[in-house]
């Protein structure tokens, strides 16, 4: 399985095209947000220069959650393509059981968004120095990892169980396509949650890239927040948060971070028993 995991990374990373297309969520973002939605954030933020420091964190925030959705489903693409190129069928023949070769692709998957969302990253570091920003403390920096690494793995199992029926690249090309487009949405970074209708909210909370990048705000922005409204009412702190889908809120209850890990923890068990299921039935192809 860990063999199987390593010659699937190979092949991701191997593939410019589809390290490229992978990330091209995260360079869409960026683009609308120099072109536009930057000055536009900065405007309704207020605050002057501590309003655009909060804006910068919270833009790369919900770019680092978004890439470890979105480069975890372009590696589930060697699973696909593998299928079309009928080299699945070479796999079953080998001495390995389906728990091994499926093991390989969730593997790979989980690592590839974790060490891409990494790298991702370290560029929104180095972008929000160059804009006068500063880095994390240590502490953040592994808290942020934590929560990578965890978003990645719920990511994964819930991606794996989506395209574990998918044995086409045109098919995949579609979901890729829809997922992509969707997933900035769902995780409020076009629009901001705050500007959202309840029930449109409930949705976008109901997914786990939502609970992750909600955590990395909160990691993110929390200097720059307390910079930006210092000697204000912790009533506003807590509206502008709630706006910008720093912090969520299911009524009146405030989600509390526990709460943020618990719903991604849950996740990837709870889609790991549905991959399982769909690995334990006939093969189809």
Request: with cysteine; hydrophobic share 50%.
């Amino acid at each position: 399985m860990i063999n199987l995991a390593i010659r699937n990374w190979r092949l991701f990373i191997r593939d410019r095209s589809t390290v490229f297309y992978s990330l091209m969520g995260v360079f869409i973002i960026i683009g609308l947000y120099v072109l536009f939605l930057g000055d536009l954030m900065a405007e309704g933020v207020g605050g002057g220069e501590h309003g655009a420091r909060l804006v910068d964190n919270w833009i790369m925030a919900g770019l680092i959650a978004v890439s470890s959705f979105t480069t975890t489903l372009g590696a589930l693409g060697t699973m696909v393509e593998d299928r079309d190129r009928k080299i699945s069928k070479d796999f079953r023949a080998a001495p390995l059981g389906r728990w091994q070769i499926s093991g390989g692709y969730l593997l790979n998957a989980t690592w590839v968004g974790f060490f891409m969302s990494c790298v991702t990253f370290v560029l929104a570091q180095i972008y929000i120095v160059v804009r006068g920003g500063s880095l994390l403390p240590l502490l953040d920096i592994l808290q942020v990892l934590g929560v990578i690494g965890l978003s990645a793995a719920a990511s994964a199992t819930m991606l794996f169980a989506i395209t574990y029926t998918v044995t086409s690249n045109q098919a995949f090309g579609g979901v890729s396509a829809v997922c992509g487009t969707l997933i900035g949405f769902i995780t409020g970074i076009y629009i901001p949650m705050g500007q959202f209708p309840p029930v449109v909210q409930i949705v976008m909370k109901s997914f786990p890239t939502t609970h992750a990048a909600a955590l990395i705000r909160q990691i993110m922005t929390d200097r720059p927040v307390q910079a930006m409204m210092q000697g204000a009412p912790d009533v506003m702190v807590e509206e502008i948060q709630t706006l910008l889908g720093i912090i969520l809120h299911f009524g009146d209850w405030r989600v509390q971070p526990w709460a943020h890990l618990a719903v991604l923890t849950a996740s990837t068990l709870v889609f790991f028993g549905l991959s399982a299921y769909l690995i334990s039935r006939p093969a189809r192809r």
